[in-house]
């Protein structure tokens, strides 16, 4: 315990802010075994069924530009609002608020200008995903503003975070990148290939690996026990999607290195 608190900030004084942290928690690991266990949300290679049958999603369903758009929209909007409704001259609160507007203005403008897409997206997955996105975003900056006041933790690890957060950004960018560029090769169709280059050569989930680099640089910025909590979920979320992804990619190409793992290089 004593550890722990050289590290982080004590619980805030919020049932909200201390439920939601294990509600959140919980949920994103269910939805990660759920991944595991072939029960997918809707959405890239798993919009649709591997039956040679049309889908019918029960809700629905929009394009997958639409679709993304709309997962990091509102959560871009209450980054950027936090700066208007929570002023404050605190470099750590500042520097959670920035960090969470660049991420999401990132993956807004690679929806808009880098990605390619053909498929669609099931409405109660964009929905499930959006509701994580902007809840766990205005949970963030609310728990940080019990900090406000606060003794800093002994150990102040905010620019640590900010180097995870650089690199975790440039990394995810630089992978989706080389994922676009596929979709280039083949004219734009949607036609999958086996992704080479940077640490495609050894996971096949490289940008997931640095999705996750930047969701823990917001905990390390910000040091609070709700940001630690969503950056465990979010972990659990996309090990479990990494490994779904990984056993598709099998299952569709004969040739598929075996050696290339699904998250972690030559471990996972």
């Given amino acids: 315990m004593d550890m722990a608190t050289?590290?982080?900030y004590p619980p805030p004084p919020s049932m909200l802010l201390n439920t939601m942290s294990v509600i959140g928690l919980a949920a994103l690991a269910q939805i990660a075994w759920s991944e595991v266990r072939g029960n997918h949300l809707k959405y890239s290679k798993f919009a649709s069924s591997s039956s040679p049958q049309p889908q019918k999603h029960r809700f629905g369903s929009f394009s997958s530009r639409i679709g993304m758009l709309l997962l990091y929209t509102p959560a871009f909007l209450a980054a950027a609002a936090s700066f208007f409704l929570l002023p404050s001259n605190d470099l750590r609160f500042l520097l959670l608020k920035s960090a969470?507007?660049?991420h999401f203005f990132k993956r807004i403008f690679e929806v808009l200008c880098i990605h390619k897409y053909s498929g669609d997206m099931a409405v109660d997955s964009a929905f499930i995903i959006t509701?994580?996105?902007?809840?766990?975003?205005v949970l963030m900056l609310y728990s940080q503003?019990?900090?406000?006041?606060?003794?800093?933790?002994?150990?102040?690890?905010?620019?640590?975070g900010i180097v995870m957060f650089v690199v975790g950004i440039i990394g995810n960018l630089y992978h989706h990148v080389l994922l676009a560029k596929l979709r280039d090769e083949e004219g734009g169709k949607k036609v999958y290939k086996i992704p080479k280059g940077g640490l495609f050569n050894t996971i096949i989930c490289p940008h997931y690996?640095?999705?996750?680099?930047?969701?823990?640089?917001f905990f390390v910025i910000s040091q609070t026990i709700y940001s630690f909590s969503f950056a465990m979920g979010t972990t659990f979320y996309l090990v479990g999607r990494s490994?779904?992804?990984r056993r598709w990619y099998l299952s569709k190409f004969d040739d598929f290195p075996k050696h290339i793992?699904?998250?972690i290089p030559f471990v996972f």
């Avoid at 503003?145 to 640590?160: A, N």
């Avoid at 690996?209 to 640089?217: H, N, P, Q």
């Fill in 6 to 8: 050289s590290f982080v």
């Fill in 100 to 102: 969470l507007a660049i």
């Fill in 131 to 137: 509701s994580s996105y902007f809840s766990s975003t």
């Fill in 145 to 160: 503003t019990f900090t406000l006041g606060l003794t800093e933790p002994p150990f102040d690890t905010k620019l640590i």
């Fill in 209 to 217: 690996l640095f999705e996750i680099i930047v969701f823990w640089s």
């Fill in 243 to 245: 490994y779904a992804t």
């Fill in 261 to 263: 793992k699904a998250l």
